[in-house]
């Protein structure tokens, strides 16, 4: 998996893009104000003292500016929007919302993929598109990121069919301020998992991919931001579709190369900027199963970031 999601979420508590170059985006026909280069997003985790708000708003203080878009992870029960996706839009960002399929907590029952294709969850979904509806503002939803790694919810054709009913109830309630992402872990646009054809869905409009370098806590290779991410930005060319990344990261380099992490980041910024696809992405600003991604685990590596964010090519 692209990150130890059940960590995550135990932390956490709790339409239609035009054509991939830079330029207008819509959201479900609707018209949003136009993305100059790449949003810049991120999940920041929070630490000892810190509730979400705080956490995000305290990055953003460190990093000075606030970031567009906002990564979030909800339960299946949870409200669509949420006190937290609230909040986040209200201050300005664009929320981008993991909608799993599991009860409860990260650990409680899961919902089978099955049961929401078979409509029998279709009065819940009506209730949630309904509310989505009203709302309005902008949001980037995903349904049940990372899939792949989740077997007990059912097979890659029935992720395919609960992804295409969900999208389906949704558009014939009227929800057009959702902006719908596949997303899948790196590895599978990479081949593994039978591939992300394997997992996609009828309609969507965004290609999603989560990815990390945990190279060298890890005993893996080495990987720049492009090594992780190519070949979800190949499949998205192919596609016809714009690409969004979800997750983010990499730890620190090691006593031999204490800037390695901000030369990672100054390297991930090049790349960002010479992607026309791309059009957001979102930092992991957390910890989890041994892996510190903080933006500010060195003090090079937070300068790299803060410069990082203040390219005016990040939105």
Avoid at 91 to 110: C, D, E, F, M
Avoid at 254 to 270: E, L, R, S, T, Y
């Amino acid at each position: 998996m692209a990150l130890n999601r059940r960590d995550l979420l135990a932390q956490a508590g709790g339409a239609v893009v035009g054509m991939a170059t830079i330029g207008q985006l819509t959201y479900g026909g609707t018209a949003a104000a136009a993305v100059p280069g790449c949003q810049w997003g991120v999940r920041a985790l929070p630490r000892a003292g810190e509730n979400p708000m705080t956490a995000l708003t305290d990055l953003e203080t460190a990093v000075g500016r606030r970031f567009a878009i906002e990564r979030q992870y909800q339960v299946w029960g949870a409200a669509l929007p949420g006190k937290f996706t609230l909040w986040a839009s209200s201050q300005g960002r664009t929320p981008y919302i993991g909608w799993q399929a599991w009860t409860g907590t990260n650990s409680g029952p899961r919902v089978p993929w099955s049961s929401i294709s078979n409509g029998s969850r279709d009065t819940f979904l009506n209730k949630q598109a309904a509310s989505l509806k009203a709302w309005g503002q902008p949001v980037y939803l995903t349904f049940h990121h990372e899939p792949e790694d989740d077997p007990d919810c059912g097979t890659a054709a029935e992720y395919r069919a609960a992804y295409n009913h969900i999208r389906t109830v949704f558009d014939q309630a009227g929800v057009t301020n959702a902006t719908w992402v596949l997303t899948l872990m790196a590895s599978t646009y990479n081949g593994g998992y039978g591939g992300p054809s394997n997992w996609e869905p009828d309609n969507y409009d965004i290609v999603g991919v989560d990815g990390y370098n945990r190279y060298p806590v890890a005993n893996v290779k080495y990987r720049s931001f492009a090594d992780i991410f190519g070949p979800a930005r190949a499949f998205a060319v192919r596609r016809g579709k714009p690409l969004g990344i979800g997750e983010y990261g990499c730890v620190e380099q090691g006593v031999n190369d204490p800037n390695g992490k901000a030369a990672w980041f100054a390297d991930a910024g090049a790349t960002m900027k010479a992607w026309p696809e791309l059009r957001f992405a979102c930092y992991s600003h957390v910890t989890a199963s041994g892996y510190d991604y903080w933006v500010d685990s060195s003090a090079s590596s937070l300068a790299a970031f803060k410069a990082l964010g203040a390219d005016p090519y990040f939105a």
